[in-house]
């Protein structure tokens, strides 16, 4: 499904093709996915939506009578996470929308994520069972008690084969922590602990623990006239277990040490990118706002995601990022109407490829944008049913701004900004990629020569 670069990125030696979509005919506001998620290995990929539901595809082994197929992903397993409830003394309903999926590295057979909506995050164990008891001697083979006056002999239990069976069970549930909605959970390299962060706080949790955790970021106001930004983003060092960093609405990031102080109030570095007096206008703070933010797999960089940009930072060098790449900023003439359609609040996502060569991100009608670190060069790619047909290549696509518009380029008042690509994942170690469209989930490989 996913074309190369082609031409237009001769120095990338790999492209994507589709191996998988999965797609519903009747769309309903449950059916949108809300978070995409690869856990460490890659070969289990999880999509949490606004229904609360969590499905999660595996990786099949590669076939050699099959080899087009290169290692599909199929659904493995599909469970209920969280239920909408509500808040009786503040009046509010809680969604069952799974606000986004983490998963523990593997230590057994089973398989372990964190899922959160807006309140509660919740331990799920992911295990496989293929074999089943019988010879019970107080029960039957359906489950009922028997006769005791019956039982002569005694039985040894023994295990019988079964058609496989994936079980999803929660293990731990994490609640009434959070005043605000969870926007962020990270699983700290200690994997002992983690954090959950909604507008205001940020708290650490011990995976044993439900009923406590450590408020370890605070930026309430006593006065909440006084409030003059929220967090919106946050995630643990990749490496290092004290440091952590989170982003605000005022396109600001805070790198934080918890050797430091018990109440991180005060960062280690704060990365802020001075303003350009003559771009100043209305539209400045909704846009400079930060929606996402992530540490590179080597622990050197930060990439942040704000309404038009993504940046790459050095943790070395606070003042400014060492990289800028503009998403669409063919928008920026459009941020009126945008306003007015509340498109300008829109949260996107950006993710990392394993070597951290390469940047990807969401944007409007179904485009997704990568940007090669190394090259400088950059190509937009469309996740659309009509574009998309298994193992055929994705063309690259380019926005006309103004003026002459060539066959191959889409106008940007021709935009549908009713189809968005927000949240995408990248395999830690191949060339596969995730894109949730709406309610389509695209799986992309590199092409098959």
């Not at 019956?150 to 079964?162: D, N």
Request: proline letters at 4%.
């Amino acid at each position: 499904f996913l074309a190369g670069f082609g031409s237009l990125m001769q120095d990338v030696l790999w492209c994507f093709s589709q191996v998988k979509g999965t797609i519903d005919t009747g769309v309903t506001e449950s059916d949108i996915i809300s978070t995409v998620e690869f856990n460490h290995t890659g070969e289990l990929l999880a999509t949490g939506d606004k229904g609360g539901r969590v499905v999660i595809f595996q990786r099949e082994q590669e076939s050699k009578n099959q080899p087009h197929r290169r290692g599909e992903y199929n659904v493995y397993s599909t469970f209920q996470s969280h239920e909408p409830e509500f808040d009786y003394l503040k009046s509010l309903e809680i969604e069952e929308k799974i606000n986004k999926i983490r998963w523990l590295p593997q230590q057994n057979a089973a398989y372990f994520l964190l899922s959160t909506n807006d309140k509660t995050v919740k331990l799920w164990k992911v295990s496989e069972r293929d074999k089943r008891p019988e010879g019970y001697n107080l029960k039957d083979e359906d489950g009922r008690l028997r006769d005791p006056s019956m039982i002569t002999v005694l039985r040894v239990p023994v295990l019988r084969p079964m058609d496989l069976m994936v079980e999803a069970t929660p293990r731990r549930v994490f609640a009434n922590a959070h005043t605000y909605h969870i926007n962020s959970i990270s699983v700290n390299s200690d994997y002992e602990t983690y954090m959950s962060a909604d507008d205001l706080r940020i708290n650490l949790w011990n995976f044993e623990i439900t009923n406590q955790s450590f408020n370890i970021v605070d930026i309430k106001p006593a006065n909440m006239e006084e409030l003059t930004e929220v967090i919106t983003a946050a995630e643990f060092h990749p490496h290092h277990c004290n440091t952590f960093v989170y982003s605000s609405s005022k396109g600001t990031i805070r790198l934080c040490d918890m050797r430091t102080a018990a109440l991180c109030d005060r960062h280690a570095k704060f990365f802020e990118e001075p303003e350009d007096p003559s771009n100043r206008s209305f539209f400045s703070e909704i846009i400079s706002s930060i929606s996402d933010v992530k540490f590179s797999h080597s622990g050197r960089y930060i990439m942040s995601r704000d309404y038009l940009t993504v940046k790459v930072w050095d943790l070395n060098m606070e003042n400014r990022p060492i990289e800028t790449y503009q998403v669409h900023d063919y928008l920026r003439s459009k941020l009126c109407s945008l306003y007015e359609n509340d498109c300008i609040f829109d949260k996107f996502e950006c993710v990392w490829n394993g070597s951290d060569s390469v940047i990807m991100t969401g944007s409007y009608n179904n485009f997704f944008r990568m940007f090669d670190r190394n090259t400088k060069r950059d190509v937009t790619l469309e996740a659309s049913r009509e574009n998309s047909k298994p193992r055929a290549i994705l063309k690259p696509r380019k926005v006309c701004v103004g003026g002459k518009r060539r066959k191959d380029e889409i106008s940007v008042d021709s935009l549908d900004f009713s189809k968005k690509i927000l949240h995408t994942a990248w395999h830690p170690s191949e060339n596969i990629i995730a894109v949730a469209a709406t309610n389509n989930l695209y799986i992309f490989q590199d092409k098959v020569n």
